[in-house]
């Protein structure tokens, strides 16, 4: 059973006249008995749900030659981690989309029988065609809504960008959202990162590139495995925040970077819901930034009420203050924990603008904003993202952000960079 | 089971409203609107009993000091709390000027205007309006009531949150600069009282304060303490009541000016408790120097406003306080 608890770490202190609240809401779900006082526990009269798992894979005329045959292997090593009583399905992605498994539609229930067979299925997978994603995820919905109750989830792999226009990809988007989750996963140097990127925020899933083939196998075999452990699914933000007010953004900003702002859906004129997917145990951090109406000095109110729900019933609780003072050191503190995940979404941003400029030929502002990068991640002493900004530039000098772009990168060096720009490590205690 | 917030909503979550997100307190809050015991006397004892004598006090000047302007009414206090002591200093001044020679005849013009109607909704008096909560904020240029969580006036713009008066209320500077009130030797007491000035006075419906940092000034006193704030735009505030207290607001000691100048740019050369102005309906605009540190000084050749005396301003005269601030007074 998992137990939410919530946590703000926020500066309430507004100067006279100021309306921005921002605040940071940390989300910890936690096997276990519930904490005294802190939430409830997840009622779940009836048995936790099945999940139901999709594996996409891209079968283009570019997948062919080792990579097919690398897929074919992470896909079969997908299937063997599904537990018996699990519903899975395979598509095969053209510019098309064609069921293999099962082969009358639906889904099928894992055991060693359909196990063994599916394994036969996707061995007969052939290279050919091109790339319609959207035409695979309309698929994927579809086998999806055949069981409707259960926690669904996809993996996606392609290697190529997506043929089809952006209108066509983006109303299968739409009709996908709240559906299932996808994680997208990118092989060799042909896809398109932002491509991806923005397929897996809408489907509240992450993205990843896979270097080599050959470590596909244990890749889908870590994201099955990260699925099936989630227990609660369709866990949304709730966000109060009183009259006049607006939530100027709502983003996630651990483990990995997305806008949840333009997902909400009304509850009532005050209350709007932000869907978060399934859960499993695991941390999430959100920033909230909350427009109010000013108060009076010394005037104090609750500028949100954040809450966690789940089939509308409330797992915890977190609340947003706004205090006015005319007291300059107050209201100009800025939290620790702001600060940082500010920090880290700015390094996000700084990696991929700098990139993007990189492409288009901008080399001193790309120099730059990868140098500004180079500092965040030095400062926030985040490891990962700094060697990974090391393969795209020569770092003179962390502190003030001097670095010299390399002559020599390796592409998939500066999409392995894109692709993991996202993924923040969580503010110092 | 819902409740009502403080300001009237009806809220399903008994911590903060559901509707205006006000703080609901099931137990109420004994000591919150009262200012803290602590507050310190500021200027009321030095004042020597015989003041009245001074030249620079009113009564010489021949203005009607009927009970109506001995005792104004108590207005709703905006400010969440007087300090206690300006209250002293205000009854000790009042009783001063009870004892004061009277000049005029009932008949002149203070109690023609609108001192005497105000006298009679008065009778609370200041000790006992201290104690109860400040009743709904009235805008004190038109006097609509404040919308709850509005921060300004909707009828005519007024600032709630900073006290600040729209521009197009704002009067272009009059011609004179300041009138010190001693400086002509008091004139016969007939003669005072039919004076332009005073029933312009008297018949002024309110009073504002313009607020800038003056270069000259602070280049006078300037001993490199403080900064000299630019790209400062004047700051204008409506008086209220009748009484006003100049300073800078401190939450420990229990001290909220209506007129802060802890806001920025703070000066930081004015008191916490600096001066008081008093400006009874029908009655002189005055000004008291509460014991502040650097003084309160009066017109271009800074004249000092001795402690605990109050001298009568009238419009346009300009008050120095701290290291840069000029007030100009303004009615309106």
Known sequence: MLVFTSEVNQNKHLPAGGTDMNAVITVTAETGAPAAGQARPAAGPKAAPTAAEVIILDCSGSMGGNKIVEARRAAKAAIDTLRDGVLFGVVQGEHFAKQIYPAGGGLAVASASTREAARLAVGRMQAGGGTAIGEWLLLTRKLMLSSPDAIHHAILLTDGQNGEGEAVLEAALAQCEGVFQCDCRGVGADWEVAQLRKIANRLLGDVALIRKPAEMADDFRAIIEAALSRGIDKVAIRVWAPRGADVVFLRQVFPDVADLTGTAAEVDALTKDFPTGAWGAEKRVYHLCVRVLPGPIDGEKLAARVRLVVDGEPLAEAKVLAAWTDDVELSTQIDGTVAHYTGQVDLADAIQQGLEELKDGDPATAATLLGKAARLATQAGDDTRLRLLEKVVEIDDAATGQVRLRTDVNPLDEMDLDAQSTKTVPAPR | ?332
């Open chain 2, 1 to 332: 089971m819902s409740v009502h917030c403080p300001r009237g909503h009806l809220s399903t979550t008994h911590d903060w409203c559901d509707e205006c997100g006000a703080r609901i307190d099931t137990t109420p809050d004994a000591g919150g609107a009262q200012p803290a015991s602590g507050t310190p006397r500021p200027a009321t004892g030095p004042t020597p009993a015989g003041a009245a004598a001074s030249p620079v006090t009113r009564a010489p000047l021949g203005w009607v000091v009927g009970p109506a302007v001995a005792e104004p009414p108590d207005e709703p206090d905006l400010s969440g709390g007087w300090a206690n002591d300006n209250r002293t200093v205000g009854a000790e001044r009042r009783r001063r000027a009870r004892t004061a020679p009277r000049a005029a005849s009932p008949a002149s013009a203070g109690g023609a205007g609108g001192a005497g109607g105000a006298g009679g909704a008065g009778g609370a008096g200041g000790a006992a309006s201290a104690g109860n909560p400040p009743g709904p904020e009235v805008c004190p240029l038109c006097e609509t009531v404040r919308e709850p969580g509005e921060r300004f006036c909707e009828v005519d713009g007024y600032d709630f949150v900073a006290r600040t008066v729209p521009p197009q209320w704002i009067r272009p500077d009059p011609p004179a600069t300041t009138v010190p009130t001693s400086a002509p030797p008091p004139p016969p007491p007939s003669s005072v009282s039919t004076s332009a000035s005073t029933s312009a006075d008297v018949s002024a419906p309110g009073w504002l304060v313009e607020i800038v940092p003056d270069r000259t000034y602070f280049d006078r006193g300037d001993d490199g303490s403080s900064t000299f704030p630019t790209d400062t735009p004047p700051r204008v505030v409506a008086l209220l009541g009748s009484r006003t207290l100049i300073g800078r607001r401190s939450r420990g000691r229990g001290i909220f000016p209506e007129i802060d100048l802890s806001l920025p740019p703070e000066d930081i050369g004015v008191s916490r408790a600096h001066a008081l102005l008093e400006h009874p309906r029908g009655g002189p605009f005055t000004v008291t120097d509460l014991g502040s540190g650097n003084g309160t000084w009066l017109g271009d050749s800074l004249r000092r406003v001795e402690r605990g005396v109050a001298v009568e301003l009238t419009d346009g005269a300009r008050l120095f306080v701290g290291s840069w601030t000029r007030l100009t007074l303004r009615a309106r």
